[in-house]
Nanobody
Framework: QVQLVESGGGLVQAGDSLRLSCAASGRSFSYYAMGWFRQAPGKEREFVAAINWDGTGTYYANFVKGRFTISRDNAKNTVYLQMNSLKPEDTAAYYC?????????????????WGQGTQVTVSS
């Protein structure tokens, strides 16, 4: 069992940066692939980024490539999402997720545990 708690969301202006954190508790965090998803009001939850269990591979949605960076610190049981050059269309609740698979995945169905989400609002 893995519990996930996101933090770092907030209200920012277009062009600003935020770093989201996801703290994991429970056993064997370092063996899980991790992902970030987001969900805007009235829209489906969508993939943002994912990282392999050991950090050797990262994967991004096209709309965040070059702006967002996912990373992890297994010693701290934490995964991060650095978001730069934020746009109003990035406004959403951001969720981290853990997958028993060791390779980062883009499909929601590949993830076994989810956090409660943290809100990111980008004003124009």
């Amino acid at each position: 069992q893995v519990q996930l708690v996101e933090s770092g969301g907030g209200l920012v202006q277009a062009g600003d940066s935020l770093r989201l954190s996801c703290a994991a508790s429970g056993r064997s965090f370092s063996y899980y692939a991790m992902g970030w998803f987001r969900q805007a009001p009235g829209k489906e939850r969508e993939f943002v980024a994912a990282i392999n269990w050991d950090g050797t591979g990262t994967y991004y949605a096209n709309f965040v490539k070059g702006r967002f960076t996912i990373s992890r610190d297994n010693a701290k049981n934490t995964v991060y999402l650095q978001m730069n050059s934020l746009k109003p269309e990035d406004t959403a609740a951001y969720y981290c997720a853990a997958s028993r698979g060791t390779i980062g995945a883009m499909s929601r169905g590949e993830y076994d545990y989810w956090g409660q989400g943290t809100q990111v609002t980008v004003s124009s």
